[in-house]
T-cell receptor
Framework: SAVISQKPSRDICQRGTSLTIQCQVDSQVTMMFWYRQQPGQSLTLIAT?????????ESGFVIDKFPISRPNLTFSTLTVSNMSPEDSSIYLC???????????FGPGTRLTVL | QKEVEQNSGPLSVPEGAIASLNCTYS??????FFWYRQYSGKSPELIMS????GDKEDGRFTAQLNKASQYVSLLIRDSQPSDSATYLC??????????FGDGTTLTVKP
C-alpha cells in the first residue's frame, strides 16, 4: 500500500474564492486521481492527474474550474476555483499502484463553501 | 442503467450472521473488481480485490465473481459491529478507470 496525505483536512471558504488541495504520496506512483464525494453519495471521478502533461478530465468537469498540477510522481494539487456552495464536498486523492489496479485513498479534504 | 449497481440497502444483520453484499456491472470487458469499506467520516479502504471467476477468501471476507452474469458479491461471515460501514463496489473497465457503485450501508446489531 501507500501512505497518502492531504492538506488541508478541512476548510470553510467564501463564495467566489479558490482553494488548492495538496496530495502527497510516500512513494512514486504512476496514476493519481481526484474524486469528489458529496454527502451520502458515492465517489465521482473528477480527473486523472498525469505527470508531465495535462490532466484528463471526466465528463462534467473542466480545467478552468478544477485545475490540476502533477509536477512529479509523488505530488499533485487540485484547485477548486470560483467556488459556490454547490462545491461543498469531500475531495479525495487516490493513487493506483502498478500491481493489479488497486487504489488507495488519501484521508480527504472536507470543503464547505458559504 | 448505471455502470455499477449495488443493492440499495441499508442492510441490517445481527452480530455473528453472514452479511451478503451484491453488485452488478454493465461493461462486459471489465477485468478488475474491488470492494472498499468506508466508515462514516473516513475515506474508502480497500478490503478485497478479485480478478477471475470464482471465490476469493480473506479471513471473514469472501469475494465472489461471475463474469458471465456480470456479478460480484462480498460475503462477511461472523459479522461484527465493527463491520458496520458503507461498502463500495468498484469495477475497472478497459479504459483503466475505476467506476464506483453508490454503496450499501451495513449495520451489524449486537
Amino acid at each position: 500500500s501507500a501512505v497518502i496525505s492531504q492538506k488541508p483536512s478541512r476548510d470553510i471558504c467564501q463564495r467566489g474564492t479558490s482553494l488548492t488541495i495538496q496530495c502527497q504520496v510516500d512513494s512514486q506512483v504512476t496514476m493519481m486521481f481526484w474524486y469528489r464525494q458529496q454527502p451520502g453519495q458515492s465517489l465521482t471521478l473528477i480527473a486523472t492527474a498525469n505527470q508531465g502533461s495535462e490532466a484528463t478530465y471526466e465528463s462534467g468537469f473542466v480545467i478552468d474550474k478544477f485545475p490540476i498540477s502533477r509536477p512529479n510522481l509523488t505530488f499533485s494539487t487540485l484547485t477548486v476555483s470560483n467556488m459556490s456552495p454547490e462545491d461543498s464536498s469531500i475531495y479525495l486523492c487516490s493513487v493506483e499502484l502498478v500491481r493489479f489496479d488497486e487504489q488507495f485513498f488519501g484521508p480527504g479534504t472536507r470543503l464547505t463553501v458559504l | 442503467q448505471k455502470e455499477v449497481e449495488q443493492n440499495s440497502g441499508p442492510l441490517s444483520v445481527p452480530e455473528g450472521a453472514i452479511a451478503s453484499l451484491n453488485c452488478t456491472y454493465s461493461d462486459r470487458g471489465s477485468q478488475s473488481f474491488f470492494w472498499y469499506r468506508q466508515y462514516s467520516g473516513k475515506s474508502p479502504e480497500l478490503i478485497m480485490s478479485i480478478y477471475s471467476n470464482g471465490d476469493k477468501e480473506d479471513g471473514r471476507f469472501t469475494a465472489q465473481l461471475n463474469k458471465a452474469s456480470q456479478y460480484v458479491s462480498l460475503l462477511i461471515r461472523d459479522s461484527q459491529p465493527s463491520d458496520s460501514a458503507t461498502y463500495l463496489c468498484a469495477v475497472n473497465t478497459n479504459a483503466g478507470k475505476s467506476t464506483f457503485g453508490d454503496g450499501t450501508t451495513l449495520t451489524v446489531k449486537p
